[in-house]
């Protein structure tokens, strides 16, 4: 009902619309559409009323809300309805609650966003800063009908998609991946992104891609330890804010056109996408995780999306994991 009232605000701008009006055309009562407006106004809607006039949509919030993110949606599979996005102002971890839903049987293309994580999950058992309403904290479900040795190029892809979903909204942003899915901008990070499976040998049951992206953090919303290595888009545009709304609907639009391609093609269609956006490639790099850490030059990607590193003495390994430190 909310989002039919907003969606006939929207329609009469700039010319307001009578509270009659609007009751007529959804069969309520004006005492309702009163009730409802006032809800939209707690939820952060700008609209004035006037007794004579009726009811004027000034603002929208920049808020992940289904309606607004749909309504800029033209996809297939990733959210193809407002229905597929669920909501939510505080969460621990939007990847735990998608999670979840998955287990019992959340379809496909399931969106989790949340103005605020409690307790943001990094990679590598680290925390993700996920202040409120600043950045975007969204994960998405997918059940891709391949093996899960297959699946690695989707944590390539979702950088893509970030990637894409970010530089759509402003030519001033033009990030680049540090493999496999760390998207920096001058050096700095500006999105991270955890990509989660549960699957049997053979068969993946369900893969969660959840991305982080500081959007209008200050230098103050970041913890001090990460202030000379992190960024957001708002420091990159002069201080300027930047629609949370944008972003986020970018995102799930390039993801959604990535993944159909990759559905098709395979790999192949994921890995020239990367490279288009590779900083990674021809550097000087230090990788390491659990046990292991090896530094070379990073040289190319094999066909499963493994970073290879060769060394001095020109050994090369190949890595499907691991943090990538460039000197
Ligand atoms: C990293 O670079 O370490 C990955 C960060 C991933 C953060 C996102 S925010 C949405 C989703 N929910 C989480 O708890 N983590 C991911």
Request: proline share 6%.
């Amino acid at each position: 009902m909310r989002e039919e009232i907003i969606s006939l605000l929207k329609k009469s701008c700039p010319a307001p619309l009578s509270g009659e009006v609007i009751a007529q055309h959804l069969g309520i009562s004006r005492t309702a559409v009163w009730k409802n407006i006032h809800a939209l106004q707690e939820k952060g809607y700008i609209i004035t009323g006037s007794p004579r006039r009726g009811y004027l949509l000034q603002k929208i919030p920049d808020l992940l809300y289904p309606g607004e993110l749909s309504e800029k949606l033209h996809t297939k599979v990733i959210a193809p309805g407002s229905s597929f996005i669920h909501h939510y102002h505080r969460v621990g971890s939007t990847n735990n609650v998608l999670k979840e839903m998955a287990e019992k049987g959340a379809p496909e293309g399931t969106v989790v966003v949340a103005e605020l994580q409690e307790t943001g999950r990094g990679r590598m058992g680290r925390n993700w800063s996920s202040p409120e309403g600043k950045g975007i904290y969204l994960s998405l479900l997918l059940r891709p009908p391949v093996s899960p040795q297959h699946t690695s190029p989707l944590t390539l892809l979702a950088a893509v998609a970030a990637c894409c979903g970010i530089s759509s909204v402003s030519s001033r942003f033009s990030p680049g991946i540090k493999w496999p899915n760390d998207l920096l901008i001058g050096g700095r990070k500006v999105c991270g992104i955890l990509c989660e499976i549960k699957a049997e040998i053979d068969l993946v049951h369900y893969f969660v891609a959840g991305i982080g992206i500081n959007v209008n953090m200050g230098p103050e919303d970041f913890p001090p330890e990460l202030r000379q290595t992190a960024t957001s888009l708002l420091l990159e545009n002069e201080g300027a804010a930047v629609s949370r709304l944008g972003v986020a609907a970018g995102v799930l639009q390039h993801f959604d056109e990535l993944y159909a391609n990759y559905l098709e093609k395979g790999t192949d269609a994921v890995l020239p996408r990367w490279l288009e956006h590779n900083i990674t490639l021809g550097r000087s790099v230090r990788i390491q995780g659990p046990g292991f850490s090896f530094a070379g030059t990073a040289r190319e990607l094999d066909d499963n999306g493994a970073l290879v590193v060769e060394s001095e003495s020109g050994e090369r390994k190949s890595f499907t994991a691991g943090e990538v430190i460039m000197k």
